[in-house]
């Protein structure tokens, strides 16, 4: 059948990165006891013709992340130049929209800005030495961080305060990765000669703990990928596809396929055998007309056009046992014992059994959710953020970020959607988005250091480089996050009735008919109120024969 | 003028009404489903139901109307006003005093006035309606690129939704009215063995006799 509605095309892509800087600015938010043991790793199948271990330059010692880079680029001249020019490097994207966005851009709900708490958030950049954020990245070649994405030992990991820097013997005590773990002493030629095509955990490392914490951030990527069951991702899981990131997530010179602030409006579907693929779409394998010729697959393939296959294959997110963050209230931060000592709650306690903060004086209330129902609203891909330069109106829920899509434009689709609840600092004075210095141990002014907003905000602001009007007061914030990842297998797709139903998951959208959502309909109770009518009145009429029968009729009936 | 045993319902006509209601039970049971009046089917079973039986059904209606129109049987379900009044009185008064029945069938003749106009509002009217709209629901992401087409989509929804609310309507009396006059039971058989008792003319009779004695139990 000839699909004459134009669509909007799954993509899907959050851009990975973006869960980087909240990783980098907070504090882990799982509480973690015990030994350093490096992490096991997912092991991939290596179709490499070069065994790097038996390369002579990597046969050393390496004193420095940068000097296992400059070997690395003795052979691959060029990767320096592609990795710096992209988006995990750069942490900068131009939006077609005109705003330049990325996550040294951007404001978000979660802990807030990287602006000011550099050494914290950058030490999830794929790189070396970004201390920073009013320069660019650093230039030299060997700040390229090769063995992030790289590294197959599995023990290769960066310090959660180092500006990308991994952690050296000796190592020193309380140090933190990323991932929130003890620090351990990485050893650079383990990893250099491992190196490989990136697996689960080299993305996962940093991705995962987006926002402070394992899934604090998107929802539907957690630690629970590192080897996921087929429940929980019908793809990663190694009991079915065993998908890396980028077997979706396809790249060419270091750059990837998949954003979140400009998801791909247009996908023909399967190529050619042995073409490229250029996006991380479901369509690019599954083709537009995925489910089966069968009369429900061809009724199921006629919702693609409006409903993105996340909609339904996806029916909740943060699965498998690791819950996400979808509160994050900060104007209760601060409050301390009375002794005067920072304080914690823990009171949810999520699948795998771990407790989670649901208060920190340094970062205010929580709530948390697992299998989560989406929110859901149409989407043409196009996301804009409200940036710090923009005016607020303080007495509305402000959206830090917006969805651009609507029923009639013919490209939008309905999208899953992870809602994020804020409560987060604002300029009282200028009326729009604060930035505030949260990290900074040996400052006067961090938040986490000192606990007043005040001087951390007018910190933030000036690292930011935002004027700042001296008041400041919160917000309440909303922020989405299109979901796409945890695909659950078809047999745990969504069934009908989620959504034709009264009240179902997509009552009150605009723009949809859906048979089943509107039964009381003027001509349903029109309709009810005719077979109500006949009934009485064959009732009445049945009676009144009966009636005039014993009367003595003479009916023969 | 005599009484004689005939076949009114010939194999084919019998097929077809029997058909059509149980497909249009089905159709009922699964359509409110969907439409949310009840919960008894899983959705995904009733969408396969509901349209697997529409086709069908319209299937057996082509073969119908041309069946109608080669036998000459369509001229059966011509309304005419003649004694319709009759039988209307009959059904608001004279069936509580006990009087027979005002119509009787002839062989050319098997519904009464009422009868028959319903019947023809049925085959002209609803049951158009309901497929025709039917069918542009079915085929809704054909013209889904449309202006407007959601409220257009919801239109032929609460149309096709209004006649099926018809044809309730028109079964709940269809099989009432079966109890009036000779009973259910006699009302029925009929359409079950195809024969009723109907007054021939002699020259009806005689032909009948001569040219399809079939049709006449002796």
């Known amino acids: ?557 | 003028m005599a009484n004689r045993i005939v076949k009114v319902f010939p194999r084919f006509e019998r097929f077809w009404h029997w058909t059509q209601m149980a497909l249009i039970f089905v159709l009922i049971f699964t359509g409110f489903g969907l439409n949310g009046v009840h919960g008894l089917i899983p959705f995904r079973m009733a969408v396969t139901l509901h349209t697997v039986a529409a086709l069908v059904l319209l299937a057996v209606w082509i073969f119908a109307t041309f069946w109608l129109f080669t036998t000459g049987t369509w001229k059966q379900f011509l309304p005419k006003v003649e004694g319709m009044l009759e039988v209307a009185r009959f059904y608001a008064w004279g069936v509580f005093k006990g009087e027979e029945h005002p119509y009787r069938k002839i062989f050319w003749r098997k519904h009464n006035p009422l009868q028959a106009a319903t019947y023809f509002a049925l085959k002209w009217m609803v049951f158009p309606a309901i497929w025709g709209t039917g069918l542009v629901y079915l085929a809704y992401n054909f013209w889904e690129p449309l202006p407007n087409a959601v409220f257009l989509l919801k239109i032929v929804a609460n149309l096709h939704l209004l006649a099926a609310y018809v044809i309730v309507t028109f079964v709940i009396l269809h099989v009432y009215l079966l109890t009036v006059g000779h009973g259910f039971r006699e009302h029925v058989k009929p359409m079950v063995t195809g024969f009723d008792e109907i007054e021939l003319t002699p020259e009806q009779e005689a032909y009948l006799e001569q040219n399809e004695p079939w049709r006449l139990k002796h």
């Not at chain 1, 950058?122 to 030299?140: E, L």
């Open chain 1, 1 to 557: 059948m000839q699909r004459l509605a134009s669509k909007a095309w799954l993509v899907l892509g959050l851009g990975l990165w973006l869960g980087v800087a909240g990783s980098g600015l907070a504090q882990n938010e799982s509480v973690t006891t015990g030994a350093p043991p490096p992490p096991e790793r997912v092991a991939v199948p290596s179709t490499s013709t070069a065994d790097h271990s038996k390369f002579e330059i990597l046969q050393k010692e390496f004193a420095s992340g940068p000097e296992v880079t400059a070997a690395c680029l003795s052979c691959h001249t060029e990767a320096d130049d592609q990795v710096m020019h992209s988006i995990h490097y750069q942490w900068k994207f131009d939006s077609s929209s005109g705003q330049t966005l990325g996550k040294s851009e951007v404001l978000n709900s979660f802990c807030g800005n990287v602006a000011g708490n550099e050494p914290r958030c950058t030490s999830c950049h794929a790189g070396y030495g970004w201390d920073d954020m009013a320069s660019p990245p650093p230039a030299q070649s060997n700040a390229v961080d090769c063995l992030a994405c790289h590294d197959r030992s599995g023990q290769y990991t960066k310090l959660a305060d180092a500006a990308g820097h991994p952690p050296l013997e000796p190592v020193k005590a309380g140090a933190v990765t990323i991932s929130g773990q003890p620090a351990w002493a990485v050893d650079l030629a383990k990893a250099a000669q491992s190196v490989g095509q990136p697996g689960r955990d080299n993305c996962g490392n940093c991705h995962f703990y987006g926002g402070g914490g394992d899934n604090v951030k998107h929802g539907d990527l957690s630690s629970v990928l590192f080897e996921p069951s087929l429940a929980v991702d019908v793809h990663m899981s190694p009991e079915g596809e065993n998908f890396t990131c980028s077997t979706c997530h396809v790249s060419d010179q270091h750059e990837w396929a998949g954003s979140r602030y400009e998801v791909h409006a247009t996908d023909p579907g399967t190529g050619k055998p042995g073409e490229r693929r250029d996006v991380a779409t479901c369509e690019s394998c599954h083709s537009a007309d995925p489910h089966p010729t069968s009369l429900i697959g061809m009724k199921l393939n006629d919702h693609v056009d409006v409903v993105a296959c996340q909609t339904c294959h996806i029916p909740e997110f943060a699965r498998g046992g690791v819950a996400t963050k979808t509160v994050w209230d900060w104007s209760t931060a601060g409050r301390l014992s009375p002794e005067g000592k920072p304080m914690h709650e823990e009171n949810y306690v999520q699948g795998d059994g771990k407790a989670l903060h649901t208060y920190l004086s340094t970062k205010g209330d929580f709530e948390w959710g697992e299998n989560v129902v989406p929110h859901y609203a149409w989407f043409d891909g196009q996301v804009d953020y409200t940036t710090g330069d923009m005016e607020i109106d303080p007495s509305e829920i402000v959206e830090v970020n917006r969805v651009h899509g609507a029923r009639e434009d013919g490209r939008s689709r309905i999208w899953p959607f992870k809602l994020m609840e804020g409560s987060q600092s604002y300029d009282a004075g200028f009326n729009k988005l604060a930035y505030a210095q949260v990290w900074g141990p040996d400052t006067d002014t961090a938040f986490w250091t000192n606990f007043d907003w005040s001087k951390a905000i007018e910190a933030g602001m000036k690292a930011a480089g935002s004027e700042y009007s001296g008041e400041f007061g919160f917000v309440d914030t909303h922020m989405y996050w299109p979901i796409t990842h945890m695909v659950a297998p078809a047999s745990d797709a969504l069934d009908c009735v989620a959504c034709h139903a009264e009240d179902s998951r997509l009552a009150g959208l605009a723009g949809v008919y859906m048979p089943g959502t509107d039964t009381m309909s003027w001509i349903g109770i029109l309709g009810r109120l005719m077979v109500l009518g006949a009934l009485l009145g064959v009732i009445g009429h049945g009676l009144l024969r009966l009636v005039n029968r014993s009367k003595g009729g003479s009916h023969h009936g």
